[in-house]
Structure formats: structure tokens, C-alpha cells
């Protein structure tokens, strides 16, 4: 793999950045934001000149002259539902972005910031007399939108089902199998369970997320932040019980919900540790929360009558092995279960830009209509 490649992601906080040269990492890093500097802005949307400055300023500081950079990977912000897939960043993206049609998040700058980095390093390029342009893309959007037609009936005609998972980790650990067994990555029937913050369960057939739940929307698994799928009943008396806004209701849903709910923390390392100490509660928990994705993956299963090659858990909380272990036993029947733990969010953005310098990817253009 030939080039340099700079992958963005922003989140909340924080700016994870990391700079590859000829698909090897250089260096990573996380750009921590203070709360002062982020309290100086209404919005997280006016964020992006500041972060902008402290990713360009970071790579000063290490060395890295922006006209050596060839291609701008980022995360991809809350964009209209489209395919799986790499995306160049236009005008068409960047207005749904700035607009936040589908949502205000910080994962929205990514786009925005690499696009602006992409100009600059071409301004660069064209004063030090170097050819070649350099592009900002996203790849694999949270909101990719391949789901069967009827895994997007829901109870109501209007709430059907919809896709927000982590689409470019599971894919990127659905490619990693693939080459790790020597197999075509789009021959394979995998479900994926990444578990970090949020939890999304994700199957995957000839290369396509064609199921998943809405791991921002209220739907799926338990996870260290957010509640999953609740009761219907018991969430009307809450929302109708004037204790609580229409905001402070979705946050229970997701922020404060799962393991912040229980215990005031989204650390599973600390829940861990408790359980292990004889604290039951925290057991409990644990045991509910591996029950909790072990059920969601077996569902998934049904959509292709159990006919799945492999059972992959990702994410940050797959560093627990107990943890993997009581998941794997539950349904390690339906399939083999392989473990890679982490994020790896700026790695698959690297390899999916190495895959774009090289041709194996085609860029496909974002027109804001929903299935691109």
C-alpha cells in the first residue's frame, strides 16, 4: 500500500487523529478538548475552525507537511441513509452536515474538517510546484441503509425500523476475518456485535449490512450508555409523568442509560472489577448485558435461517474476555465466534483510503437522497 493518509475522527470531547505512510501507522493521537474551549461555543457545529487548527497545528508539531498528505479519510457525520461504502465529501454532504438534517453530533465535523484540510493541502501542493490532488472522503456511514425491505417493518407504519450502527468498524472487522481465512470478503455471512459506548448488532451477506438496529435510536442491545429496547408502557408513563422533558426522556434512552443508569459510570473495567470483588448487583448486570447481545445476534441469525459463516465481537468491551467468553457460549451453536477487540475506527478509515489510492475502491457520489 503506497501514499499518506490522515484519518479523522471527531467525537464529543475530543479529535482522534492518524497520519499512515505506506499503510503503516506513524503516529495516533487524541486531541482532548478542554471544557473551557468547548464552553466558548453554542453548538458543537461551531466547533470546526477550532478543531480544524488543532489537528493542523498537531502535525506541525510532528513534522508533517500538508503537501505530503494524499487523501483525507473521516468519519462520516449523520448523513441521509445511503449505502455502505466510500464517499467524496461535496456540497451536497457538507450542507446536510452543516444543516444537521439527521441530527446534531460532533461525529459531523469529520467531514467538514477534512474536506477543509483537503484545500489546504492542495493550496500547499500548488505553492511548492507538486502535482496530484489530494480529496476528502467518509467511509461506511453510521446511517448506511442496506436493510431487507421487511426488516424495516415495525409495529406501526410510522415507526419502521431503521439503521444507525457502527458500519465502519464491523465492516473493517468483517474484511479483517475475511483475510485472516483467506476468503473473499463478500462470500461471507457474518454477524457482528460491537459493543463500546452504544452496542449495534450488524449482518452482513455479500458485503451489505442487511440488518441492525438503531444503536442511537432506542433500539437493540443494553449497552454502557444507553437503555436498548425498553417496555412501551412503562416509557408512556414516563414520558407523561411531568417529571421529566422531552430531552431529559431521550437521554435516559441513550447517555444515561445502561450501566450509567445502574451505576453511575460507563466503565465496564469498574463493573468488572466490582463483580469479581462479590458485589452481585454488578454481576447481575454483566450477566444481563451478555444475555442481552447474545439474544439480539440469534435473531439476526433468523434472517438467513441460520445460515451464518461467523460471529464476530468487536468493540471496546471485547478486551473482557469473561465477558466474550459467557457471550461466545450462548451462541457459538449458530456459528464460530472470533474476538477483535477495540475501535480500530482510524485504522478502517486508513483502509479504506489505501483502497481508494489504489483503485480497488471507486468513490461513489453523496446527492442527499436517501439509498445512494
Known amino acids: 500500500?503506497?501514499?499518506?493518509?490522515?484519518?479523522?475522527?471527531?467525537?464529543?470531547?475530543?479529535?482522534?487523529?492518524?497520519?499512515?505512510?505506506?499503510?503503516?501507522?506513524?503516529?495516533?493521537?487524541?486531541?482532548?478538548?478542554?471544557?473551557?474551549?468547548?464552553?466558548?461555543?453554542?453548538?458543537?457545529?461551531?466547533?470546526?475552525?477550532m478543531r480544524r487548527d488543532a489537528i493542523t497545528e498537531f502535525l506541525s508539531?510532528?513534522?508533517?507537511?500538508?503537501?505530503?498528505?494524499?487523501?483525507?479519510?473521516?468519519?462520516?457525520?449523520?448523513?441521509?441513509?445511503?449505502?455502505?461504502?466510500?464517499?467524496?465529501?461535496?456540497?451536497?454532504?457538507?450542507?446536510?452536515?452543516?444543516?444537521?438534517?439527521?441530527?446534531?453530533?460532533?461525529?459531523?465535523?469529520?467531514?467538514?474538517?477534512?474536506?477543509d484540510i483537503a484545500v489546504e493541502v492542495n493550496d500547499a501542493r500548488r505553492r511548492h510546484g507538486i502535482g496530484g490532488v489530494c480529496r476528502a472522503y467518509i467511509a461506511d456511514a453510521a446511517m448506511a441503509d442496506e436493510m431487507l425491505p421487511e426488516a424495516k417493518v415495525g409495529g406501526l407504519p410510522e415507526f419502521p425500523r431503521r439503521a444507525l450502527c457502527h458500519a465502519l468498524n464491523s465492516r473493517a472487522m468483517v474484511r479483517r476475518y475475511a483475510r485472516d481465512k483467506g476468503v473473499d470478503y463478500k462470500s461471507l455471512t457474518v454477524i457482528v456485535a460491537h459493543m463500546g459506548g452504544g452496542t449495534s448488532v450488524t449482518l452482513h451477506r455479500d458485503g451489505r449490512i442487511i440488518d441492525t438496529n438503531d444503536a442511537h435510536g432506542g433500539d437493540g442491545p443494553i449497552s454502557a450508555e444507553r437503555a436498548g429496547s425498553v417496555p412501551g408502557f412503562p416509557?408512556?408513563?414516563?414520558?407523561?409523568?411531568?417529571?421529566?422533558?422531552?430531552?431529559?426522556?431521550k437521554k435516559r434512552l441513550v447517555g444515561q442509560g445502561g450501566a450509567v443508569a445502574w451505576f453511575g459510570t460507563n466503565d465496564f473495567r469498574e463493573i468488572a472489577a466490582r463483580a469479581e470483588a462479590g458485589d452481585d448487583r454488578c454481576r447481575l448486570f454483566i450477566d444481563g448485558y451478555c444475555l442481552s447481545v447474545a439474544k439480539y445476534i440469534a435473531g439476526l441469525s433468523t434472517d438467513v435461517c441460520g445460515k451464518v459463516d461467523a460471529i464476530i465481537l468487536t468493540g471496546g468491551i471485547a478486551n473482557n474476555r469473561k465477558m466474550m467468553d459467557a457471550i461466545g457460549t450462548r451462541v457459538s451453536f449458530i456459528a464460530p465466534v472470533s474476538v477483535y477487540p477495540g475501535e480500530n475506527e482510524l485504522e478502517s478509515l486508513a483502509d479504506n483510503g489505501y483502497r481508494i489510492l489504489s483503485g480497488e475502491f471507486v468513490a461513489k457520489t453523496y446527492s442527499g437522497n436517501s439509498g445512494d
Not at 4 to 9: G, M
Request: proline share 1%.
Open 1 to 49: 500500500m503506497k501514499g499518506r493518509v490522515l484519518a479523522i475522527n471527531t467525537g464529543s470531547t475530543s479529535t482522534k487523529i492518524g497520519f499512515f505512510v505506506d499503510g503503516s501507522i506513524v503516529f495516533d493521537q487524541n486531541l482532548v478538548h478542554s471544557v473551557s474551549d468547548l464552553s466558548k461555543y453554542s453548538s458543537v457545529m461551531d466547533q470546526d475552525l
Open 61 to 115: 508539531e510532528k513534522g508533517v507537511a500538508l503537501e505530503d498528505i494524499d487523501i483525507v479519510m473521516a468519519r462520516a457525520g449523520l448523513i441521509t441513509p445511503v449505502g455502505t461504502g466510500v464517499y467524496e465529501v461535496n456540497k451536497a454532504m457538507r450542507d446536510a452536515l452543516v444543516e444537521a438534517r439527521n441530527g446534531v453530533h460532533a461525529c459531523n465535523l469529520s467531514g467538514l474538517i477534512a474536506d
Open 235 to 249: 416509557l408512556v408513563e414516563m414520558c407523561f409523568s411531568g417529571r421529566y422533558t422531552k430531552d431529559e426522556v
